[in-house]
């Protein structure tokens, strides 16, 4: 017997369901995991948790078995803890974050996925430097165990986290090591540069530089650009440069077998793709033109 590989997909959170909703939409998908943001990704304003039905959401969870320590929670795109130069927006992320933390656990969750920052002009170094500054302010007060997943950025802008020396270095300034770790996007590494299509060469190079055990999540998303175009646009599964069979190996390496594989590819004539996607990737099948047929 095969054993049920983790994946899933983005899936939204609103209302008059919310939690329960999601809960919902990732069955719908056979999915085995899930992500979702807590609120509008590109704003913090943020509905009280008692609001988004959370225990009728993880009576849900329990009953169709899914694993709440690989569900994933993603944190407002619009916080930036990358440019401490900006002390307004620096502390009002800051804030943010902590705040997500705390509704991660309210959630019953554990794992915040989050983009490392920009430096916006201020240098790599001062960059760095401003999030692992944040972090230990943060890990110092929030009260909370959630670990934090930063992102490998494809190198848009002033992207911090866009390779694995760099996430490497965050790492290394955190004071609670125990409540850091990585997401590793599929798309973000191939536009940043690496040769994606060698995926246990790829692993081999984060356990050298960052280590496996800090591997928190996998997004697996195909690129609509060749590698290192730095452009971070998503494509569906086997449409884009890094292709099928590559995610697919993603999918089913060994060594990933108890990380959460998270699709983030783009709806299709406004609808979800993911049902498909995860039914092909759990048979190991491409099917020609399936977005035709959508
Ligand atoms: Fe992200
Ligand atoms: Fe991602
Ligand atoms: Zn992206």
Not at 23 to 35: Q, R
Not at 168 to 181: A, F, L, P, Q, Y
Not at 205 to 229: A, M, T, V, Y
Request: charged share 25%; glycine share 8%; proline share 3%.
């Amino acid at each position: 017997m095969n054993k049920e590989i983790l994946i899933g997909s983005h899936v939204s959170m609103s209302g008059p369901e919310y939690y329960l909703g999601s809960v919902k939409e990732a069955i719908s998908y056979g999915s085995t995991t899930f992500m979702f943001y807590t609120g509008a990704p590109q704003n913090s304003f943020r509905k009280p948790t008692s609001e988004l039905r959370i225990a009728e959401a993880r009576e849900l969870i329990k009953q169709s078995g899914f694993d709440e320590s690989k569900i994933i929670v993603h944190a407002p795109y619009i916080i930036n803890i990358g440019n401490s130069q900006n002390s307004e927006l620096y502390e009002i992320s800051k804030r943010n974050l902590a705040q997500e933390l705390r509704r991660v656990k309210d959630f019953g969750l554990s794992i915040l996925v989050l983009h490392p920052g920009s430096h916006v002009k201020t240098g790599i170094e001062n960059g760095l430097n401003s999030i692992i500054n944040a972090l230990n302010e943060i890990f110092e007060n929030d009260g909370t165990d959630v670990k934090i997943a930063l992102e490998t950025m494809a190198g848009k802008g002033s992207e911090l986290g866009a390779n694995f020396n760099e996430i490497k270095s965050i790492i290394d300034g955190v004071n609670k090591k125990e409540r850091i770790g990585v997401c590793l996007d599929t798309c973000h590494i191939s536009d940043e540069g690496v040769d994606v299509s060698k995926v246990d060469d790829v692993l081999d190079e984060f356990d050298k530089i960052i280590g496996l055990d800090k591997l928190l999540c996998i997004h697996i998303n195909d690129s609509k650009n060749p590698r290192e175009s730095h452009k971070d646009r998503h494509e569906n599964i086997g449409y884009g440069y890094v292709g099928f069979e590559t995610i697919n190996n993603f999918v089913h390496n060994p060594r990933l077998s108890n990380i959460p594989k998270i699709l983030e590819t783009p709806y299709v004539n406004g609808k979800a793709p993911y049902k498909k996607e995860i039914e092909m990737l759990k048979n190991s099948t491409f099917i020609e033109n399936w977005r035709d047929n959508l």
